[in-house]
């Protein structure tokens, strides 16, 4: 199992059990989707019928997104003109770590990441904000988006700052 951990802020991302894909070279989509969860039981991700899901929910149960609960990330605001200031700090904490780790990522970096960043800024509107469980302002900011449907979650976060670590 790979471990993806934010190079910054060393805080637990996401990892392989959830299904990630690769955009431009630049990014990760992981797929991930809601769940109920209660103290003390352990959600296996199986569909609870509507009865059971009523239920659960009247026990104390809360309905959570999955990757959210597993890395403990934590939710944070942007609007567009705090998101600039961040990301441009961010960026170039992220350049210099490549710079020092892995430089020939660098070229590939720059040039994806300027685009990339340009897409969210049109459609920052649709994202929510989630930093790891330390809550460093200098870390990673996970990007929550919606699929076409309006109901399917997924994460869109920086795959060069992201670590890899085997468990």
Request: proline share 2%; glycine share 6%; charged share 30%.
């Amino acid at each position: 199992m790979l471990l993806y951990r934010d190079v910054i802020s060393g805080d637990e991302m996401i990892s392989d059990a959830f299904k990630i894909t690769e955009i431009d070279d630049i990014a990760y989509e992981v797929d991930s989707k809601m769940i109920t969860i209660k103290e003390g039981e352990v959600d296996i991700g199986a569909n609870a019928s509507a009865e059971e899901a009523e239920e659960s929910l009247e026990d104390g149960a809360q309905t959570v997104n999955n990757v959210v609960h597993s890395f403990r990330l934590q939710s944070t605001s942007f609007d567009k003109k705090s998101y600039m200031v961040y990301i441009k700090g961010y960026m170039k904490a992220l350049k210099k770590y490549l710079q020092e780790n892995k430089p020939e990522r660098v070229p590939v970096f720059e040039k994806g990441a300027a685009a990339f960043v340009k897409k969210i800024l049109e459609n920052i509107k649709d994202y929510e904000f989630y930093v790891g469980e330390s809550m460093d302002p200098e870390g990673m900011v996970a990007l929550l988006n919606y699929r076409e449907d309006g109901v399917t979650p997924y994460f869109v976060l920086f795959k060069d700052g992201l670590k890899e670590e085997k468990l």
